[in-house]
Structure formats: C-alpha cells, structure tokens
C-alpha cells in the first residue's frame, strides 16, 4: 500500500536529478578527448502475466501466430561508457519501436559528448537530430552493408561521404536537410571483420581513425551492464513482480537507482586506486556493498557512517581485476522461427546405400 500511494513519479525524479548529478562528477577522470563518452542501446524487461500488464505492454508475437507467454516492456538507456553509470532512461510497450524511444533521449543528451550507436539505431532523422542540435554533440555508428554515399574527399580508408535524406524521412520531419555529410572510417575489428564507421568526428587531426575504431569497440560494454542489471542484480527468472504497469515502472526506476549506486561507488574506489572503474568486478563490489548495508541497518550512530563507507571503498579497491576479460565468444544472430512447422521426409534406401547405413 505505501508502494501505491509512492507512485513511479517520485523514483522517475530522484533517478532524473541523481543519475544527472553523478554523471556530471569527475569530469577530468571520465571523459575521452574533452567529451563525454556515452552509449545508447535497448533491451527489454520480463513482468508478471497479469491482465493489465499484458493490455498496457504487450507481449511478443511470433511467425506462427503464438504469443509470449509473459509480458515485456521495451526500454532504451543511456550510459556513461567510462563509469557504466546509466544516465537516462526510456521505456514502455514492447510494439513501440526502439527508434521512438532514442528520439526521446536524444533530446537530453549534453554537449560536448561523444554517442556510440549499433547500427540498428542508423537515422538520418536521429542522427542530424544529435548533432545539428546543442553543442558539439557528435555520433558515432557502423553503416549498414546497403548503405550508399558519394566520397567527398581522402581516401577508402578515411573519407567524408555525402548521404542523401530518404522523402520518408523528409516527410516525417520536414526541416531535414536534402543531404547530409560524415566522417567514414574503415576498421578491422579484433575478430578479423572489416566495418565502416560513420561519424561526425570530422577532425583527423584530433580524432585519428585508430582512436574512433578503439571508441567504438567499448559499445559493447553497455551490454554487459544489462547482465550485470537483469541478472547479477535482479536475479535472472522474471524479475519483475508487481501485478499492474504503474508497480513495473516503480520497479525499474528503483532497480535502475540501485544499479547506479554500486557503479557510483565503484566508481569512487577505483579512482582512489588509480584504475578504470571498469577494472572492478561488478559481482564481488555488489556482495561487498550488501553486506556492509546489512551491518550498517544494526547501527543507530548516524556519525559511524561516513567511517563504514571509507571501508567500504578500501574494500572494493580490491575487487580490481588485474585483466580485462573481453568478448569470449564471436556474436550470432539468432534465426526466425520457421512459418511453417518442419516436415521430415523418409525414404526408403535399397542395395548399396541401405547396406551403409
């Protein structure tokens, strides 16, 4: 009851103003080249199979016409690549495309920053929305294999290309530019594929190829943080467990507030330390900070505080991983379910072949 009257409102504010506040610190510790380094991608959260969740959610369809046999909301985030601190957050019914819900955040992303995009995310519309928007707000995004554009100028191997607006994309927004122009720079990636990296990055001098490529490969990271959100933290079956869509987006902003205080402390050690705040094991800093909140509830010397968490930090500096562990293992797309169910044929063998078999 006291969830109820609470609401999701007053989680979706103290999530707005603290994930604001503790992306904005350490500046000089945190940023790539005089930018803030972010990353935007989607994922999707489990909930209950009640009736309001499914009416307001909506629920995955598939080629033979079965429905998910739960709930899901679609949601996109918005991460501080260095500290893995999620800034902001988007999300809602799982038939809302991810594209409607970037276009939400694009319009709070800050100056001076770099966004690193799967190619999923490709939009003239939300690209030239970043960038010809606020200051120096710059994308960086793989092309698409169909992607066309004319060479402007350099090489095969760094060029600026010229791209024209589609009339779909013109007529749903109407103050597009007729063409538009970006950096495209060719890398080989660590498992031996060529991309093309589209950017607004147009400086060589500041922003060398070898730089972008190595910018571009720590997009990956933001992937890892959902593993780290849905199943390190939330525990991996459905998670989620209120019965109606205002309890699941109470959930998520609690979940995503939770999330960004380890990160915020993690953070905090490995700057003590001298390392990367990517360098602590997420697992072992999140049991570190539950157990020490279950001591810190015994106590009731508010002034004891500020000396449990000062151990706290020296404890977490220990959770420093002396090696980076990267992809393990190469990306796959899954396969769509067939549309038809799969027929097997037997034939009858004789002579020869029957003998083999």
């Not at 380890?262 to 360098?279: I, Y």
Request: net charge positive; aromatic share 10%.
């Amino acid at each position: 009851m006291a969830r109820q009257r609470l609401g999701a409102s007053a989680l979706e504010a103290l999530f707005d103003r603290t994930a604001k506040a503790w992306c904005a610190q350490d500046k000089a510790y945190t940023s790539w080249k005089g930018l803030s380094l972010w990353a935007m991608d989607g994922t999707t959260f489990r909930t209950p199979d009640s009736s309001e969740n499914r009416t307001f959610f909506g629920a995955q369809g598939y080629a033979s016409g079965k429905v998910s046999s739960y709930p899901q909301v679609r949601a996109v985030t918005l991460m501080a690549i260095p500290t893995r601190l999620i800034g902001d957050a988007a999300f809602g019914e799982y038939d809302k495309n991810e594209m409607r819900y970037a276009e939400e955040l694009i319009e709070r992303i800050p100056d001076q920053s770099v966004t690193v995009f799967d190619k999923g995310f490709f939009s003239a519309a939300l690209l030239l929305g970043l960038s010809l928007n606020g200051d120096q707000r710059h994308f960086l995004i793989p092309a698409k294999a169909h992607t066309k554009w004319e060479v402007i100028s350099g090489g095969p191997e760094d060029a600026l290309v010229q791209m024209k607006v589609s009339p779909q994309a013109r007529a749903k927004h109407p103050g597009l530019p007729t063409f538009w122009t970006a950096r495209a720079v060719r890398v080989v990636l660590p498992d031996g594929r060529e991309r093309v990296l589209l950017t607004s990055l147009v400086d060589r001098k500041r922003f060398k190829a070898s730089e972008v490529a190595a910018c571009y490969q720590r997009r990956w990271e933001i992937e890892t943080s959902y593993r780290e959100l849905k199943q390190t933290m939330l525990g991996g079956p459905l998670t989620l467990r209120t019965q109606d869509p205002q309890g699941i987006a109470q959930e998520i902003w609690g979940a995503l507030i939770a999330y960004n205080l380890v990160r915020l402390e993690m953070a905090k050690a490995a700057l003590e330390a001298k390392a990367q705040p990517t360098d602590l094991s997420f697992i072992r800093a999140l049991h570190l900070i539950q157990h020490e909140l279950m001591f810190v509830s015994f106590t009731d010397a508010y002034g004891n505080i500020p000396g449990k968490l000062k151990r706290l930090r020296e404890q977490l500096k220990e959770a420093v991983n002396e090696e980076r562990r990267g992809r393990q293992c190469p990306r796959h797309v899954k396969s769509r379910p067939a549309k038809y169910p799969v027929r097997f044929v037997f034939k009858t063998l004789k002579g020869k072949n029957a003998a083999q078999c």
